[in-house]
């Protein structure tokens, strides 16, 4: 199932073998790719916490993997993204020439104070991002920048604490300010400040 797909999948997905291979959307959701060979070959994608850890589940892949992760037989082997802590705890699992957190590298992301508008029953409230749960309702932009107000929370994620700039840390993509048809690295605009994201 969703071979091949660009879409975003939420929490506890890809558990059937062969699920969600050569993914090429942009997030797969926490504890996922966990049956035989799910999430092979995924490109570029972010998939987020104890996920990855079923036989070659990620082999291949180009992701940035979440914490608790790879620990199946073979799992992320020849992967060549980003892994988090606590991975790779058996034989012959993440062969290749992955990569470990650094120092250097933080996760793409958003201070957990960062305010959203949720969308319940017909009513609005700010919610912080810590406090979304997923399959709330937020307000956002749809494929023509037009604000809508159905966009359904996928995946949550607390990646601890990094360097952010107003809100973002300076690789999180934002729609750029001078051309909304694209986006750019959010940069180190605003305060630099150290939180949980």
């Known amino acids: 199932s969703c071979v091949g797909s660009t879409a975003n999948i939420g929490d506890d997905s890809c558990t059937e073998e062969n699920s969600c291979r050569e993914f090429k959307g942009q997030i797969i959701g926490s ?8 999430c092979h070959q995924a490109i570029g994608a972010y998939i987020l916490d104890e996920s990855c850890n079923g036989e070659q589940s990620c082999a291949y892949s180009t992701a940035i993997i979440g914490y608790n992760s790879c620990n199946g037989d073979l799992a992320c082997k020849g992967a060549t993204g980003i892994i988090g802590e606590n991975k790779c705890n058996e ?10 957190h650094s120092d250097e590298y933080n996760f793409s992301c958003m201070a957990a104070s960062t ?3 949720k969308v319940e029953n017909g009513t609005i409230e700010i919610k912080e ?6 399959g709330d309702t937020i307000k956002g932009v749809n494929e023509d920048k037009t604000e809508v107000d159905d966009c359904e929370v996928v995946s949550v994620s607390t990646q601890g604490n990094g360097t952010v700039f107003g809100n973002y840390t300076s690789d999180h993509y934002v729609l750029s300010a001078d051309d909304n048809n694209k986006v750019v690295a959010h940069g180190e ?9």
């Open 91 to 100: 034989d012959n699992e993440c062969e290749g020439d992955h990569f470990d």
């Open 31 to 38: 504890r996922s790719c966990l049956a035989s060979q799910s």
């Open 115 to 117: 305010g959203f508008t």
């Open 189 to 197: 605009d605003g305060e630099e400040k150290n939180v949980e994201v």
């Open 129 to 134: 991002l810590q406090h979304l749960e997923v």
